[in-house]
């Protein structure tokens, strides 16, 4: 449901390796987002697209990466730059007003062993 | 950028009573608020919305109010019940910008 699939639900990374999350959407969204989201941290902005070419840093963009290069799709690669990088990862998308309800995928948990 | 302030951070209640829950908002230009809702190990939905032109919107037992002078937007919950306990998430959003999310109140509704 919802028209946005993120994979994989769980992903196990060593320390120094750099790791790509997948985030497709097929709702025709100009807008896609990436969140982080730790206890008592609500979500935190990572990077956001609004268009196919063209992405701005969040928030919290310090050792992530994106490429935008379809509209459908909005990888984000958490690289070894990333000194925390264990955490709940939640891609969203949207329309731009007045429809602007974010639908989000179901989430990538990734944890660092 | 848009800063969100989100209160309470936890809320206990009893099955039957109100919930409220208070967001604050900086950017002027905002005139979107949305609040989601997320149960354990789900992804945030969206449960209600209110746009700048609207003072307050219900939805049966949800309710949201808009204060743009103030600058803050409520979320209220009436006749609580055990399936209503979740992490809420209120947003504003510019249109000029992104989405920008409080901290979430995790709402506790005990029988």
């Known amino acids: 449901d919802g028209g946005i699939t993120q994979s994989p639900k769980y992903l196990f990374r060593k320390e120094g390796q750099n790791v790509t999350l997948s985030c497709e959407q097929n709702l025709n969204h100009d807008a896609m987002y990436w969140y982080r989201q730790d206890p008592g941290q609500g979500l935190r902005l990572i990077y956001y697209s609004q268009i196919v070419n063209d992405f701005q840093k969040g928030d919290i963009a310090e050792g992530y990466s994106v490429s935008r290069e379809k509209k459908e799709s909005f990888p984000l690669t958490v690289t070894s730059a990333q000194k925390n990088p264990t955490a709940f990862y939640l891609c969203?998308?949207?329309?731009?007003?007045?429809?602007?309800?974010?639908?989000f995928g179901q989430g990538t948990r990734l944890t660092v062993v | 950028g848009e800063n969100v302030e989100q209160h309470p951070s936890t809320l206990s209640v009893q099955e039957g009573d109100s919930a409220v829950i208070k967001c604050t908002y900086s950017d002027s230009a905002s005139n979107y608020f949305p609040w989601y809702k997320q149960e354990l190990g789900k992804r945030p939905q969206l449960i209600i919305d209110i746009r700048s032109n609207v003072g307050e919107k219900k939805d049966q037992r949800i309710a949201v109010t808009l204060n743009k002078t103030a600058k803050h937007f409520s979320l209220h919950i009436t006749e609580t019940q055990p399936e209503d306990s979740a992490v809420y998430f209120c947003?504003?959003?510019?249109?000029?910008?992104?989405?920008?999310f409080g901290k979430g109140t995790m709402l506790l509704v005990s029988p």
């Open positions: 947003a504003a959003f510019s249109g000029y910008s992104t989405l920008t």
């Open positions: 969203a998308s949207s329309q731009d007003l007045p429809t602007a309800e974010a639908f």
